[in-house]
Each structure stands twice: as structure tokens, then as C-alpha cells.
């Protein structure tokens, strides 16, 4: 029975955790190395306060960063890696193995190391709570006791050792009266609105209006809010009409600009307008507010496009749209013009500042209605158009807008019920303004695959070349005509076409798919790795090779020559060769090299990356993430030759004089250790950390992280800690 008990009991303890024995290794695979030297920084800034022991084992503090963070770190029982059987949670944005739960970690080593003790919490605490809800509710300086803080700072003064200090007793003293008398403060019932109405409701007549004229002496923004009132009651709209429209003037006169670093600025106000327009709308002064609209759009268009904020002025301008647009169904225009309004403003609005009108265009209209729509925004088109290939700056500003007029035309046609007006007019605006894509894309919509195809042959013709976008969408096009009558070898002809142009992992991905579709697979990829190989760009099957009557193409033809014909193109522009590389193929090494990755195949691997190395020429300022790709696939297999390119990189990140490389530099010799403890080599790794040391000796900062390679735990010595 006893045995039973004892057995309960073990059961119901807390795990306990060898923190004496955590090294800087376990915390490294705890957490991402910037996460584990911000902590360390936190940390050593005295940012760890109130910190406490869980009854489950675990640790709870706060942590001073950009707000004050409640942090929990929670520990497993059993055996295994040390980084495994901790867990941290915070009240951060992070919220998991963060900053702060490092800093926490390391307080309470240094706690442990100085023999500080280390109070109880129990697990009623608050900041669990806090930390359960995500950090919703705000942490107060002065929710905690500060007779429960000490700094834990790492390599200074022993915690201790300040806590002795006479001024800290004073401050701490003056604190707690300070504390003291808050929660008397906070003690007192809380002031809500009925108790302001029982207070207002014993005052007389006399004393009301002479309380409110009082606060309106001092409130400018109050008493024009009676001022508006009394125009509304006495109906003298138009005073109301003539002070909305100067104070729209004055205040998107303002220069609006913002300083985020400094936390300063100078923005418009538009409450006053927006009470103001609000005040019009309900005495029904829509036609009014319309008017007042125009004018709003035009000028707040030139002050957001002046403006230097983070678009508080463009929200400002977009919530009194949101009144004006309740005034335009009501208002005194006609149907079109309310549409043609609408699509004024859209059309003139860069800052998406209007989007509260789509309501009005969403309403059912008569048919008629937007065929005048669609007459009307025709007869706004310009009648010389240049060509698309001769095209400036300045004509592409004015096709693209004439692009979005014409869209406008194309939405009000098929309103008005003609869709075969709407594509005809599409087809026109491809031939005269190069808009070749929209007709395209009506064209399949219809199944009218002729005529799309027609059109995007047309359209690839008269394209420029420098276009690239367009091309690519008017070729996607033609592929997916020719896929639907069964023909993708279009798409795969596509495909190569782009693989050659950009040669990765990607684009070799998308040919093999589009081969695939076309049953050429095999075939495809022999000519592609032998692109990748060599360097030498393969030729397309053309109808001479495919009519020639031969039993059996040779093995270099079948390697050099695409199973397919080419894709439909633009005119080629013409390219000059680079200096020296004119008839000079070379392999893709760096695409070779990633697909070895991937196909898990480290002696290709190996391979590719020596000829790589052997054919570029030296450059220390040079870096390639692949050495460290190529280094981390052959760990397993050729552990000499990743621990030379981990230990190769780590010497050149540490030979810059940029500090902020140092943790870099010693996460890959980390990742060295690694690979020689995995083959019971770990003894090698002194060897290479001693030629590190002697290279780089003189910085301190480097020296010092390097002191926590070795394995050895954080707690440098143990005093006891209860």
C-alpha cells in the first residue's frame, strides 16, 4: 500500500528539468539564432522581471520589449534532447519560442548560477490568464509587485548584490506608496453615463444652458455643432450648403504628412465636413451633397497624390465619399447620369477612394438606360490611336486609360443587352489600341476558338517584344485553344521555350507536366538535361525534319532537337552577345545541382558542384546560398566535405567586418559540430575550432559567441538554488 502511495505521489510531482546541464546547443534548436541573440540581449538589459516558479515545474515572468509580455515556459519529464522537452508561450505577437521566452530561460539560469532564490506562483497567477488570451488585455507597470523584481543581468553585478543597494530600497520604497495610493485610486466606483444623466437631470434649465455654453468656449468643434443644428431647424440650407464647401476647401487645402519614426505630424481633420455632409443628407440636400461630391474627388485626389502619411488622409477622404454616395441615388440626375457619375469618378479615382459608389451601378436599370450609357462614353473616345509598337511613355498612359474607358463601353453594351455589339467593339479596340488579350479572352469564352486564335496570332505579331507579359498571356491562349481540340503539344512547345529562357527547377517542372500531356515526356526530358549539360540550345522539330523519310533519327538529333514544333512567337528582337561568351555554351551548373538535391542523388551532387567550382573564377566577396544547399545534402554521405563547406562559409562571414554576421558564421560551425558528433568525431571539432579562434582572435564579439560552441552547459557553476 505504501508502495502505491509512493508511486501517486511520484506521479503528481512536477518534472523536474536539468537546467544546469542546458548549453547553448539546446537552446540554438530551441529557437532560430536572431530569436536566441535578442534574448540574450533582453536578458542582460535587466528586461526579465517578476520572475516565478509554476507549481508544474515551469517558469512565468514578465518582459519588458516593446510592451510588457507575460511569458510561460513549460518543461517535459522523460529523457532526450534537452531543446525537446521545453516549451515556451507568450502574450507577444510571436507568441511561441520567442525573444522573450529566451530571456526568461536565461534569468533563471543565472538565478540558479548566483543561487538566487526564485519565489512560487500559483496557478491562479494572472498572467497565465494574460498568456491564454493572447495578450488581449493590457499588462500595467504597476500591476506587480516590484519587491519581486531584480535584474538578472549575465556577465555583470550578481542580482544579489543589487538588491542590497540603498537606493533601490528607496525607489522601491516610494513605489509601493505610489502603488498603494493607485489602488486607492482605482478602488473608487467607476463614473458611468446614467450616473452623468442622474447628475444632469437635477440640474435646472438655467444651469444646463450655462454648462453647455461653457464647454462650447472651449470646444470649437462643439459649437459648431449647434451652429449646424440651428441652420437645420431654422431651414436655412443654403448657409448650410455655402459652410460645407468652405470648409471642404479649407481642409483639403491642408498639406497632410506623417512622421512614423518620430511619431509626429500634421493631418486633416474631416470630422467637421463629414458632420456636416451627414447634416445635409438627412435635411435630404442630395443634390447638394452630389455637387459637393464632385468637388471632393477632385481635390481630394490632389491632396492624397501630395500627401506624405500611411493613407490616414485617403481614409479620411473615403468616409465622407461613403455619405456622399447615399445622396446620389436620391438625388435629382437622371439614370444615366447617375451612372455616368459613377463612372467618372471611378475612372478619374487613382486611390480606389470611390469604392463606396459600386452600390449605385448595381441597381436594376432599363436596357435603354445603358445604351445611352454606352453611346455616350463611345463618343469620349479619341479617334487617333497610335500604334502599339510605336508606343512612349506618354501613349501608354493614354492607352491604358482609354483601356478602362473602353472596359466601362464593353460592361455597359452587355447591359444593354447586345453582346454582339459588346464584342465587336472589343475586336475593334484589339486591332486599333493592341488590347488583343480582352477580345482573346471573350473570343474562348464564346468558343469562337477560330476567330480567337486568328486574333491571337494577330496580336503576337504586332506586339512588342520588350512586352513579355503580354506575350506570355496571348501564348498561354493558343495553347489552350490548341488543348481543346486535343493538341498540347502547343503548351509543351511553350514550355521549352520558357525552360530555355530561365532554366530552374520550376520551369523544368512545368515542361515535364506539359510533355507529359503530350506523351512526349521521355523524350523531352533527354533534351532538357542535355541543355542543362551542355549549355547548347536545342532547335525545334520542323515539317522538312518531320517529312523526311528516315527509319530512325540518330541519338544526338533526338538529343538536340525539341519532339515538337516551335510555339507560335513575336517577332524576335535582336540580341548581342555579352563580351566574351559569344559560341561559348557552359553547363547550368546551379540548376544541375539543385535537381541532384532533390532527387536525394549526393554523389551527382558532388559532382556538379566541383565542376562548378572548377570553371568560376574565385571572388571572396562572393556568396551562393548553394554551397550551404550543397553542404547540408551531403552531410549524411560525405561528412568531410560538408564540414569543409560549413567551415569555408563560417570563415568568410566571419572575415566582414559586419558584426551582425557573427551569429551566422557560428550557426554553420554548429551545424560542423553536428555533422562530426553524428560519426563519434567530436573530437575533430576542437581542432577546427582552435584554427577558427587563432584566425579570428581579435573579435571580441566573435570570441565571444565562439565560447559557447564547446557544448558546455550556460550554468558555469552551481551555488544551490531552492
Given at each position: 500500500?505504501?508502495?502505491?502511495?509512493?508511486?501517486?505521489?511520484?506521479?503528481?510531482?512536477?518534472?523536474?528539468?536539468?537546467?544546469?546541464?542546458?548549453?547553448?546547443?539546446?537552446?540554438?534548436?530551441?529557437?532560430?539564432?536572431?530569436?536566441?541573440?535578442?534574448?540574450?540581449?533582453?536578458?542582460?538589459?535587466?528586461?526579465?522581471?517578476?520572475?516565478?516558479?509554476?507549481?508544474?515545474g515551469g517558469l512565468l515572468a514578465n518582459v519588458m520589449g516593446t510592451h510588457q509580455y507575460a511569458t510561460r515556459i513549460s518543461v517535459a519529464g522523460g529523457r532526450g534532447d534537452l531543446s525537446k522537452r521545453l516549451e515556451s508561450v507568450c502574450s507577444c505577437p510571436v507568441g511561441h519560442r520567442c525573444k522573450h521566452g529566451v530571456a526568461v530561460i536565461l534569468a533563471f539560469l543565472r538565478a540558479v548560477e548566483c543561487g538566487t532564490h526564485v519565489p512560487k506562483?500559483?496557478?491562479?497567477?494572472?498572467?497565465?490568464?494574460?498568456?491564454?488570451?493572447?495578450?488581449?488585455?493590457?499588462?500595467?507597470?504597476?500591476?506587480?509587485?516590484?519587491?519581486?523584481?531584480?535584474?538578472t543581468e549575465f556577465d555583470g553585478v550578481d542580482a544579489p548584490a543589487m538588491k542590497g543597494s540603498g537606493k533601490s530600497t528607496n525607489r522601491k520604497s516610494e513605489s509601493r506608496k505610489k502603488s498603494s495610493s493607485d489602488k486607492q485610486i482605482r478602488s473608487k466606483r467607476k463614473i458611468t453615463d446614467s450616473d452623468i444623466v442622474d447628475f444632469l437631470s437635477l440640474r435646472s434649465k438655467d444651469d444646463l444652458v450655462a454648462m453647455i455654453m461653457q464647454v462650447c468656449r472651449g470646444d470649437a468643434k462643439l459649437r459648431q455643432t449647434y451652429v449646424d443644428r440651428i441652420m437645420l431647424e431654422t431651414g436655412d440650407h443654403a448657409a448650410?450648403?455655402?459652410?460645407?464647401?468652405?470648409?471642404?476647401?479649407?481642409?483639403?487645402?491642408?498639406?497632410?504628412?506623417?512622421?512614423?519614426?518620430?511619431?509626429?505630424?500634421?493631418?486633416?481633420?474631416?470630422?467637421?465636413?463629414?458632420?456636416?455632409?451627414?447634416?445635409?443628407?438627412?435635411?435630404?440636400?442630395?443634390?447638394?451633397?452630389?455637387?459637393?461630391?464632385?468637388?471632393?474627388?477632385?481635390?481630394?485626389?490632389?491632396?492624397?497624390?501630395?500627401?506624405?502619411?500611411?493613407?490616414?488622409?485617403?481614409?479620411?477622404?473615403?468616409?465622407?465619399?461613403?455619405?456622399?454616395?447615399?445622396?446620389?441615388?436620391?438625388?435629382?440626375l437622371t439614370d444615366v447620369e447617375k451612372i455616368l457619375f459613377v463612372i467618372d469618378s471611378i475612372l478619374r479615382d487613382d486611390y480606389d477612394l470611390c469604392d463606396s459608389f459600386g452600390h449605385v451601378l448595381d441597381r436594376h436599370y432599363a436596357k435603354s438606360v445603358w445604351a445611352d450609357v454606352a453611346e455616350t462614353l463611345k463618343s469620349r473616345l479619341p479617334v487617333q490611336v497610335t500604334s502599339k509598337k510605336d508606343q512612349g511613355s506618354d501613349d501608354l498612359t493614354s492607352t491604358y486609360q482609354r483601356g478602362r474607358l473602353s472596359g466601362w463601353i464593353i460592361?455597359?453594351?452587355?447591359?444593354?443587352?447586345?453582346?454582339?455589339?459588346?464584342?465587336?467593339?472589343?475586336?475593334?479596340?484589339?486591332?486599333?489600341?493592341?488590347s488583343y488579350q480582352r477580345a482573346v479572352d471573350r473570343l474562348i469564352t464564346m468558343k469562337r476558338y477560330e476567330e480567337a486564335k486568328a486574333l491571337a496570332l494577330l496580336g503576337l505579331k504586332n506586339t512588342n517584344p520588350k512586352y513579355a507579359g503580354l506575350i506570355k498571356c496571348l501564348q498561354d491562349s493558343l495553347a489552350m485553344i490548341a488543348a481543346n481540340s486535343k493538341d498540347h503539344s502547343v503548351a509543351a512547345a511553350i514550355a521549352a521555350e520558357r525552360f530555355v529562357e530561365r532554366p530552374d527547377l520550376s520551369s523544368l517542372e512545368d515542361l515535364l507536366q506539359a510533355a507529359k500531356k503530350a506523351k512526349c515526356e521521355a523524350a523531352t526530358k533527354a533534351v532538357a538535361m542535355h541543355f542543362l549539360e551542355t549549355g547548347e540550345r536545342p532547335s525545334f522539330t520542323t515539317a522538312s525534319t518531320t517529312q523526311t523519310k528516315q527509319p530512325k533519327k540518330t541519338a544526338a538529333l533526338q538529343i538536340k532537337c525539341w519532339p515538337f514544333h516551335a510555339p507560335p512567337r513575336a517577332p524576335a528582337k535582336p540580341q548581342q552577345p555579352a563580351p566574351g561568351q559569344a559560341n561559348k555554351p557552359s553547363?547550368?551548373?546551379?540548376?544541375?545541382?539543385?535537381?541532384?538535391?532533390?532527387?536525394?542523388?549526393?554523389?551527382?551532387?558532388?559532382?556538379?558542384?566541383?565542376?562548378l567550382q572548377a570553371t568560376r573564377a574565385p571572388n571572396r566577396f562572393r556568396f551562393n546560398r548553394i554551397e550551404m544547399d550543397v553542404a547540408d545534402?551531403?552531410?549524411?554521405?560525405?561528412?568531410?566535405?560538408?564540414?569543409?563547406?560549413?567551415?569555408?562559409?563560417?570563415?568568410r562571414l566571419a572575415a566582414e567586418t559586419n558584426t551582425k554576421l557573427y551569429p551566422q558564421s557560428v550557426s554553420l560551425l554548429r551545424k560542423a559540430f553536428k555533422v562530426l558528433k553524428s560519426n563519434q568525431r567530436e573530437h575533430e571539432f576542437e581542432v577546427i575550432l582552435a584554427t577558427f579562434q587563432n584566425r579570428h582572435g581579435r573579435k571580441s564579439r566573435l570570441v565571444e559567441l565562439l565560447h559557447n560552441l564547446g557544448g558546455q552547459p550556460i550554468v558555469r557553476k552551481s551555488r544551490g538554488h531552492t
Amino acid at each position: 500500500m505504501r508502495n502505491v502511495k509512493k508511486k501517486r505521489a511520484e506521479s503528481n510531482a512536477p518534472p523536474s528539468f536539468p537546467w544546469e546541464k542546458l548549453t547553448w546547443n539546446d537552446l540554438s534548436e530551441w529557437t532560430d539564432s536572431r530569436s536566441l541573440e535578442r534574448g540574450r540581449s533582453y536578458q542582460r538589459q535587466g528586461a526579465v522581471s517578476n520572475l516565478n516558479l509554476l507549481p508544474d515545474g515551469g517558469l512565468l515572468a514578465n518582459v519588458m520589449g516593446t510592451h510588457q509580455y507575460a511569458t510561460r515556459i513549460s518543461v517535459a519529464g522523460g529523457r532526450g534532447d534537452l531543446s525537446k522537452r521545453l516549451e515556451s508561450v507568450c502574450s507577444c505577437p510571436v507568441g511561441h519560442r520567442c525573444k522573450h521566452g529566451v530571456a526568461v530561460i536565461l534569468a533563471f539560469l543565472r538565478a540558479v548560477e548566483c543561487g538566487t532564490h526564485v519565489p512560487k506562483t500559483a496557478d491562479d497567477d494572472r498572467r497565465l490568464t494574460l498568456i491564454k488570451n493572447g495578450g488581449e488585455d493590457e499588462l500595467s507597470d504597476d500591476e506587480f509587485d516590484e519587491d519581486d523584481v531584480y535584474d538578472t543581468e549575465f556577465d555583470g553585478v550578481d542580482a544579489p548584490a543589487m538588491k542590497g543597494s540603498g537606493k533601490s530600497t528607496n525607489r522601491k520604497s516610494e513605489s509601493r506608496k505610489k502603488s498603494s495610493s493607485d489602488k486607492q485610486i482605482r478602488s473608487k466606483r467607476k463614473i458611468t453615463d446614467s450616473d452623468i444623466v442622474d447628475f444632469l437631470s437635477l440640474r435646472s434649465k438655467d444651469d444646463l444652458v450655462a454648462m453647455i455654453m461653457q464647454v462650447c468656449r472651449g470646444d470649437a468643434k462643439l459649437r459648431q455643432t449647434y451652429v449646424d443644428r440651428i441652420m437645420l431647424e431654422t431651414g436655412d440650407h443654403a448657409a448650410m450648403i455655402r459652410e460645407a464647401q468652405q470648409e471642404l476647401w479649407s481642409v483639403t487645402s491642408e498639406v497632410a504628412w506623417y512622421n512614423s519614426w518620430e511619431g509626429h505630424g500634421s493631418l486633416p481633420d474631416y470630422a467637421r465636413l463629414k458632420s456636416q455632409l451627414r447634416t445635409l443628407v438627412d435635411a435630404e440636400q442630395f443634390d447638394a451633397v452630389v455637387q459637393l461630391g464632385r468637388e471632393l474627388i477632385e481635390r481630394g485626389m490632389q491632396q492624397v497624390g501630395q500627401s506624405h502619411d500611411e493613407g490616414e488622409t485617403a481614409g479620411q477622404i473615403m468616409s465622407a465619399l461613403s455619405i456622399i454616395a447615399e445622396a446620389i441615388v436620391p438625388c435629382s440626375l437622371t439614370d444615366v447620369e447617375k451612372i455616368l457619375f459613377v463612372i467618372d469618378s471611378i475612372l478619374r479615382d487613382d486611390y480606389d477612394l470611390c469604392d463606396s459608389f459600386g452600390h449605385v451601378l448595381d441597381r436594376h436599370y432599363a436596357k435603354s438606360v445603358w445604351a445611352d450609357v454606352a453611346e455616350t462614353l463611345k463618343s469620349r473616345l479619341p479617334v487617333q490611336v497610335t500604334s502599339k509598337k510605336d508606343q512612349g511613355s506618354d501613349d501608354l498612359t493614354s492607352t491604358y486609360q482609354r483601356g478602362r474607358l473602353s472596359g466601362w463601353i464593353i460592361r455597359a453594351l452587355e447591359a444593354s443587352g447586345d453582346e454582339i455589339a459588346a464584342t465587336n467593339f472589343c475586336i475593334e479596340e484589339a486591332t486599333q489600341v493592341g488590347s488583343y488579350q480582352r477580345a482573346v479572352d471573350r473570343l474562348i469564352t464564346m468558343k469562337r476558338y477560330e476567330e480567337a486564335k486568328a486574333l491571337a496570332l494577330l496580336g503576337l505579331k504586332n506586339t512588342n517584344p520588350k512586352y513579355a507579359g503580354l506575350i506570355k498571356c496571348l501564348q498561354d491562349s493558343l495553347a489552350m485553344i490548341a488543348a481543346n481540340s486535343k493538341d498540347h503539344s502547343v503548351a509543351a512547345a511553350i514550355a521549352a521555350e520558357r525552360f530555355v529562357e530561365r532554366p530552374d527547377l520550376s520551369s523544368l517542372e512545368d515542361l515535364l507536366q506539359a510533355a507529359k500531356k503530350a506523351k512526349c515526356e521521355a523524350a523531352t526530358k533527354a533534351v532538357a538535361m542535355h541543355f542543362l549539360e551542355t549549355g547548347e540550345r536545342p532547335s525545334f522539330t520542323t515539317a522538312s525534319t518531320t517529312q523526311t523519310k528516315q527509319p530512325k533519327k540518330t541519338a544526338a538529333l533526338q538529343i538536340k532537337c525539341w519532339p515538337f514544333h516551335a510555339p507560335p512567337r513575336a517577332p524576335a528582337k535582336p540580341q548581342q552577345p555579352a563580351p566574351g561568351q559569344a559560341n561559348k555554351p557552359s553547363p547550368h551548373f546551379d540548376v544541375l545541382i539543385r535537381l541532384s538535391i532533390q532527387q536525394r542523388d549526393p554523389e551527382s551532387v558532388l559532382r556538379w558542384y566541383d565542376e562548378l567550382q572548377a570553371t568560376r573564377a574565385p571572388n571572396r566577396f562572393r556568396f551562393n546560398r548553394i554551397e550551404m544547399d550543397v553542404a547540408d545534402a551531403v552531410s549524411s554521405t560525405h561528412p568531410d566535405r560538408a564540414v569543409q563547406l560549413y567551415f569555408a562559409e563560417a570563415d568568410r562571414l566571419a572575415a566582414e567586418t559586419n558584426t551582425k554576421l557573427y551569429p551566422q558564421s557560428v550557426s554553420l560551425l554548429r551545424k560542423a559540430f553536428k555533422v562530426l558528433k553524428s560519426n563519434q568525431r567530436e573530437h575533430e571539432f576542437e581542432v577546427i575550432l582552435a584554427t577558427f579562434q587563432n584566425r579570428h582572435g581579435r573579435k571580441s564579439r566573435l570570441v565571444e559567441l565562439l565560447h559557447n560552441l564547446g557544448g558546455q552547459p550556460i550554468v558555469r557553476k552551481s551555488r544551490g538554488h531552492t
